[in-house]
């Protein structure tokens, strides 16, 4: 069946060639011409030099191409410069119209929110959507325990009602500045991209701690093995550090955190699940799609737009800044809001109890001593 098939389709091809082509291949074994071929060295042989010296002509555009070819660019003609024509006439306009119209006073710039950032009693609902915090996760993702803090869906998208982001963050910045202003600790987590600066100016301001990466777990339920060596500083109410206190700081446990606020709370749920086993309170932006009970105060917000977050963290830190203020102005005043920790207290009796011991043995050393040397006069 292959040698019919193979020997019909070499037929079939034989029969389309010309007779004579056919036989001369048959009979002779040197290459042949065939009317192509010819017609193709003729052409060739038009092309080269007819004196005989073998050099090509330059190839000449034919006539079917030449008919369709484009002419040469003309050229522009001397036109007069009419520049400064055009600008009298654009000075003259402005003259005329420049005072038309509306003056943009307050302008974007990313920077800002940094030089100058706000606080709590800047947060207001135009600077909440200006910045973003009403966009929301699609509805098919969210958490129906977000109900309450969602006022809609827009082309699926769930929106955020900045009513409510605004008061739970004017609540957040409350607890921030009593909890500054009674001496505690502020320790700001955010781990994504494009969060450490934000992270670390809240942090600077509450004049506490940052973590802009990976949270060691262990650090708060096991921090005498994860934060062993730490170095610690003991400080009186006017923020002043006191000395001899070296031997009590190498002795006691590293210091926990009185206050946590995390800006991506999906991303640290063992740094959340390790302050509610230590009964520290935490403050998280809560997106449609995160679980709020994972943190104590919630902030409902955005948590992807940076911006969003940049705006939330200058408000946190100037609350805590401003809780720092209140609390070195009492200071001052002889007014302090917050307890000495018992292992300090303890230590601070025991080492009163030794200096009284010294201070009476030195005693009775210069009663004797000059007992001695009356007794020698």
Request: with cysteine.
């Amino acid at each position: 069946m292959i040698i019919r098939e193979f020997g019909a389709r070499h037929a079939r091809r034989a029969l389309a060639q010309p007779a004579q082509q056919a036989c001369i291949r048959a009979l002779s074994t040197h290459p042949t011409m065939t009317t192509t071929a010819l017609a193709d060295l003729a052409a060739a042989g038009a092309l080269t030099n007819p004196n005989g010296g073998g050099e090509p002509k330059p190839n000449k555009v034919p006539a079917i191409f030449a008919a369709n070819a484009k002419g040469t660019r003309r050229k522009r003609p001397n036109e007069v410069d009419k520049t400064a024509e055009v600008h009298a006439r654009g000075l003259q306009l402005k003259a005329q119209i420049g005072s038309l119209g509306s003056v943009v006073e307050k302008r974007y710039r990313p920077g800002d929110v940094f030089l100058n950032p706000p606080g709590p009693k800047d947060v207001t609902l135009e600077l909440l959507m200006s910045s973003q915090a009403h966009m929301g996760h699609h509805a098919s993702l969210w958490n129906p325990a977000n109900a309450r803090y969602i006022y809609g869906i827009r082309q699926g998208i769930h929106i955020i009602s900045l009513e409510q982001t605004a008061a739970h963050l004017r609540r957040a910045a409350r607890v921030v500045e009593e909890v500054c202003y009674r001496g505690g600790l502020v320790l700001v987590v955010g781990n994504r991209p494009g969060q450490s600066q934000i992270v670390t100016q809240a942090a600077r301001l509450a004049k506490g701690c940052h973590l802009f990466t990976k949270w060691t777990p262990g650090s708060i339920t096991n921090p005498d093995y994860i934060l062993g060596g730490m170095k610690m500083q003991m400080v009186d109410e006017n923020d002043e550090p006191l000395l001899g206190y070296e031997r009590h700081l190498s002795e006691r446990l590293p210091l926990v955190p009185d206050l946590v606020v995390c800006m991506n709370p999906r991303e640290n749920y063992t740094l959340l699940h390790e302050c509610a086993l230590a009964n520290v309170p935490t403050i998280g932006v809560v997106d449609t799609n995160t679980e709020p009970s994972w943190v104590t105060y919630v902030i409902p917000a955005n948590d992807d737009s940076l911006r969003c977050l940049a705006v939330i963290g200058s408000v946190l830190g100037r609350a805590g800044e401003t809780g720092h203020k209140r609390r070195l102005a009492d200071a001052k005043l002889g007014i302090v809001e917050w307890q000495t920790p018992l292992d300090v207290q303890n230590f601070m009796n025991i080492q009163r109890k030794i200096a009284q011991q010294e201070a009476k043995a030195a005693t009775i050393y210069n009663a004797s001593e000059d007992e001695l040397a009356d007794d020698e006069s």
